[in-house]
C-alpha cells in the first residue's frame, strides 16, 4: 500500500476542501477515498473533481448478505472426496512406501559399513566434547580476554562461576562414568547376543556422531524434483512483461496492486494454481493468447502453463494453474477401461481423459453428439477412438464406423461394427451418406416406437439405459462415428444432403439413443455445415489456428470467451478444449490408446457380443448395403428412360423414370442429388421447356437436354477408349 507521504503530487488539503465543500454534513475526511478519488476525477482548470461520494469508496461493511454470497472452500480436500482419486493416492502412497523400503534394505550392508568407518570417528568426538563439556573450554577465551584487559571484578566473577560449573559437571561425568562401568560389568556377563547387541548400538551411535554434515547416512530412494514457488511476485511479474497495454499501465500505476489475487495462490494437485483478477478492461482470452509468453514470463516450460478463463464469473477472470512438470512429458495414464474386466455400460460416464491436474476426465455419450476438430495430425482419430472403444464394449451398442480418408484409424473397429467404410473415395462417401439416410429412418422409426410405449416406462419420452437393454424395442444405444467428416460434407455430390441428414439427425437422435461422433480437420462452413456444428452438445477441440475454426468447434464467442484452442502447441498431441462435458470448459489430455492394444480391447469387445448374440452387419459378416454403380451408370441410364425423339426433360420426369428403371439405385434421387450428380460431368440443369403428363399442360421447368447427356457418354467413351489404348 502506498503511504500518504509517497506520494508527493497529492494535494490532502484540497482534497479535504473537496470533500467538505461536496458534503458538508461530513467533518471527517475519508483518506482512502480521496487517494481512489485521484483515479476517477476528470482533470480540468478547475482542479480534480470528484464524482464519487464518499461513502460510495468506503471499503464495504461487513454484511449477512457478503456471507451468504461468500464462496464455501471445500471441507475435504477432492482427492480425499473422489473413490478414484483416493484410489489412486493411496497406491502411489504404498507404492512410494514400498519402493522406498525395498531400495534401503538392499543397501543395509553398505549402511553398516558406512557406520563401522565413521564410528571411530565419533568416539572421538563424542570424548572431546565432553571433555569440552566438562572443563567448560567454551568460556575460556572469554575469561582470557578479561585478564588481558585487566577488568580484575568480570576476571573474578567468570573464574567462580567455572569453578562452580565444573565442580557439578565433575560429579556428572563421575556418575556417568560409574554408571557406564556397572554397565560393561554386565554386559561382559550377558548372554553373547546382547554383547553383540550393545555393541551394534554403540556403533551405530559412534557411527552417526562421525557422520560428515554433506554425506548422509542413507542414499537417496526418490529424486524429487526441486519446483519453485509460485508467488504473486513472479505471477505479477511474468504478466508485466506480456505487452498487454491495459496491464503494462495498471502496474505503472499501482504497482503489484494493478493484479488481484481473489484466493491465496495454493498447491492444487501437482501444481500452483492462482486466481486472478486482471486489471479492469484486460480479458483472460488477452493473456491466453500470450500463453508462451506468459511461460517465458514465469520461466517454466510452455507444457507446465495452463491459464484458462473462468467467463461465468466475469471475463476478467484468470485461473492460473502452473504445474509442476511439463504435461507432455508426464507419462500418460492408462485408459482405465483396459483394466476394468467385462463389459461397460455405455449409461455410465465415459473416461475420456485427463485434465492438466492428473484427474479423470469423463462425459456422458448417451444423449450428446460429439464433434472433434484440430489441425492434421493432432490427435482428432485417437480421441474419436476412446468413445467409440467405450461403446464397442457395451455388447448393447450397436456401432457403425465411416472412415472418409482412409487412413485406417478406425481399422480395429470393423470387428464389432455393424456397419464399416474406410477410403477416400467416391463409393465410401456413398456409403456414408446411404448411412445417413437409413439413420434418419431409424430416427423415425424410433420416435414411433417411443411414442407408442406407456409414459409409466418412458416418462420423459427418450430412450433410458433400461429401454436401451431391450432387445424387443430396438432402441439399443447407436453410436455412429464419421471420421474425416469434411471429406463426405464438402464432396461435390453427396455433400449437401449427407450435411443436411447429418444435422437432422444431431437433432433428433439425441433423445432416441442415436450418437454422432464427428471428427474433421477443416472446420469452416463448406466441410462442417452450421447445422452440425451448431447442435452438437460435446465439443473437443485439439489444436487449430484461428478464431474461425476455435469458435466452429468450440461454439460461437468460445474464442472471445478465453476459450482458445489457438494457444496448444506443437507438443501439445491429444491435448484440447473440452466443452460441454462439464459447466465450465475443460483442458484434456485425451487417453491414447495405441494400435496393439486397441485390438485388444477389440477382442473382448467382440467377444463379449458374441456372448450375448449382438454381433450384427459388417461385423457378423452379414451383407450390408453398398453403394449402387450409379455414378457410372447414370448416363446410360438417362440415355435409355430419355428417347431421342424426346429433346428435352423436367428433372422431375427424369428422378421418376429412373426410379421405375432402378428401383434399388434411385428410388430415393431427388432433384437436387440428381442436379449434383451431373455436375462432375459439366452438365447443367436449367428451365426446359415440356408437357406434364397429368394436365397435359405445357411449363418450363428445371431440366436437362438429351443431346448434352449424349455429348458426355461419348466423351467418357473417347477417355476410355484412349486409357485401353
Ligand atoms: N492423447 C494422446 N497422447 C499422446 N499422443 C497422442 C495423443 N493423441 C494423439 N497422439 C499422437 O498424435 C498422433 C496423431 O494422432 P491422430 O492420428 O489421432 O491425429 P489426427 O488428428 O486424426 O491426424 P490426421 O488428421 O492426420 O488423421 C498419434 O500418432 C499420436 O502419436
Redesign the pocket.
Known amino acids: 500500500m502506498t503511504s500518504p507521504q509517497d506520494d508527493d503530487r497529492f494535494d490532502w488539503r484540497a482534497a479535504e476542501r473537496d470533500l467538505t465543500n461536496d458534503a458538508p454534513d461530513t467533518n471527517v475526511v475519508d483518506l482512502d477515498a480521496a487517494r481512489a478519488a485521484r483515479t476517477t476525477t476528470d482533470f480540468d482548470d478547475d482542479g480534480p473533481m470528484l464524482v464519487d461520494s464518499p461513502a460510495a469508496q468506503r471499503t464495504p461493511r461487513f454484511t449477512l448478505d457478503g456471507v451468504r454470497a461468500g464462496q464455501r472452500r471445500p471441507i475435504l480436500p477432492a482427492w480425499l472426496c473422489s473413490r478414484a482419486e483416493l484410489r489412486d493416492t493411496m497406491r502411489w502412497a504404498v507404492g512410494h512406501l514400498s519402493h522406498t523400503t525395498a531400495y534401503h534394505s538392499v543397501r543395509l550392508p553398505k549402511y553398516a559399513g558406512r557406520l563401522v568407518l565413521r564410528a571411530p570417528a565419533g568416539a572421538i568426538r563424542l570424548v572431546s566434547g565432553g571433555a569440552r563439556w566438562l572443563f567448560d573450554w567454551e568460556g575460556e577465551q572469554m575469561r582470557q580476554s578479561t585478564s588481558q584487559t585487566r577488568d580484575g571484578d568480570l576476571y573474578l566473577k567468570l573464574s567462580k562461576q567455572r569453578d562452580r560449573r565444573v565442580r557439578w559437571r565433575g560429579i556428572v561425568v563421575t556418575f556417568t562414568l560409574a554408571v557406564t562401568l556397572v554397565g560393561g560389568v554386565a554386559v561382559a556377563l550377558a548372554p553373547e547376543w546382547a554383547r553383540w547387541a550393545v555393541l551394534a548400538l554403540l556403533v551405530t551411535l559412534c557411527g552417526m556422531l562421525g557422520q560428515p554434515a554433506d554425506k548422509p547416512l542413507l542414499d537417496t530412494a526418490v529424486v524429487i524434483p526441486r519446483v519453485a514457488r509460485l508467488t504473486s511476485d513472479v505471477v505479477v511479474r511474468a504478466l508485466a512483461v506480456l505487452g498487454i497495454s491495459g496491464i503494462s499501465q495498471a502496474i505503472a500505476k499501482q504497482g503489484q496492486r494493478a493484479i488481484a489475487f481473489t484466493a491465496p495462490i495454493t498447491r492444487d494437485g501437482p501444481g500452483w494454481r492462482a486466481d486472478i483478477d486482471l486489471p479492469p478492461g484486460v480479458t483472460a482470452g488477452d493473456v491466453i493468447e500470450r500463453r508462451d509468453r506468459l511461460a517465458a514470463g514465469l520461466t517454466r516450460p510452455l507444457g507446465c502453463v495452463w491459464p484458462e478463463g473462468q467467463p461465468e464469473v466475469h471475463p476478467g477472470r484468470l485461473l492460473l494453474w502452473v504445474g509442476d512438470q511439463d504435461m507432455a512429458a508426464t507419462p500418460?495414464k492408462p485408459w482405465p477401461l483396459l483394466k476394468a474386466a467385462g463389459a461397460f455400460d455405455l449409461g455410465r460416464p465415459v473416461p475420456f481423459g485427463t485434465d492438466p491436474r492428473g484427474r479423470v476426465i469423463t462425459f456422458d455419450l448417451p444423449y450428446t453428439n460429439l464433434l472433434i476438430g484440430?489441425i492434421?495430425?493432432?490427435?482428432?482419430?485417437?480421441a474419436t477412438q476412446v468413445p467409440m472403444l467405450a461403446a464397442a464394449l457395451d455388447p448393447y451398442a450397436e456401432l457403425w464406423c465411416f472412415d472418409f480418408?482412409g487412413?485406417g484409424?478406425l481399422d480395429p473397429l470393423e470387428k464389432v461394427s455393424a456397419r464399416y467404410a474406410s477410403g477416400q473415395d467416391d463409393d465410401t462417401a456413398e456409403s456414408g451418406l446411404m448411412a445417413l439416410r437409413e439413420l434418419r429412418k431409424e430416427c423415425q422409426r424410433r420416435a414411433a416406437v417411443i411414442k407408442g410405449l406407456p409414459k409409466a416406462v418412458c416418462p420423459d419420452n427418450k430412450v433410458t439405459p433400461e429401454l436401451a437393454r431391450r432387445k424387443k424395442l430396438g432402441l439399443h444405444w447407436l453410436v455412429v462415428a464419421l471420421d474425416?467428416v469434411q471429406e463426405l460434407f464438402s464432396h461435390a455430390e453427396f455433400g449437401k444432403e449427407a450435411g443436411d441428414l447429418a444435422e437432422k439427425i444431431i437433432k433428433l437422435g439425441r433423445a432416441l439413443g442415436v450418437i454422432l461422433v464427428v471428427a474433421t480437420?477443416r472446420p469452416d462452413a463448406k466441410s462442417l455445415p452450421t447445422g452440425v456444428s451448431a447442435n452438437a452438445g460435446t465439443r473437443f477441440c485439439l489444436r487449430v489456428m484461428g478464431q474461425i475454426e476455435n469458435d466452429m468447434i468450440l461454439g460461437t464467442s468460445a474464442y472471445k470467451n478465453g476459450i482458445r484452442a489457438t494457444m496448444f502447441a506443437k507438443k501439445d498431441?491429444?491435448v484440447g478444449y473440452l466443452v460441454g462435458a462439464a459447466d465450465d470448459a475443460q483442458i484434456v489430455?485425451?487417453?491414447?490408446v495405441d494400435g496393439p492394444t486397441a485390438e485388444k480391447v477389440i477382442d473382448r469387445a467382440r467377444a463379449l457380443r458374441e456372448a450375448a448374440g449382438t454381433l450384427t452387419g459388417h461385423a457378423a459378416g452379414q451383407a450390408t448395403p453398398t453403394p449402387a454403380a450409379r455414378r457410372d451408370t447414370l448416363l446410360d441410364d438417362i440415355l435409355t428412360v430419355v428417347p431421342a425423339t424426346e429433346p428435352k426433360v423436367w428433372a422431375e420426369t427424369l428422378t421418376e423414370r429412373l426410379a421405375e428403371l432402378n428401383a434399388d439405385a434411385y428410388a430415393d434421387l431427388t432433384r437436387d442429388q440428381l442436379t449434383a450428380a451431373l455436375k462432375p460431368y459439366g452438365i447443367t440443369t436449367g428451365q426446359v421447356w415440356g408437357t406434364d403428363p397429368t394436365t397435359g399442360k405445357g411449363a418450363n421447368r428445371r431440366g436437362i437436354e438429351r443431346q448434352h447427356i449424349a455429348d458426355a457418354v461419348a466423351e467418357r467413351n473417347r477417355r476410355r477408349g484412349d486409357k485401353a489404348a
Open positions: 500418460p484440430s492434421p495430425g493432432y490427435g482428432k482419430t485417437a480418408k487412413t484409424g474425416e480437420q498431441k491429444g489430455r485425451t487417453f491414447y
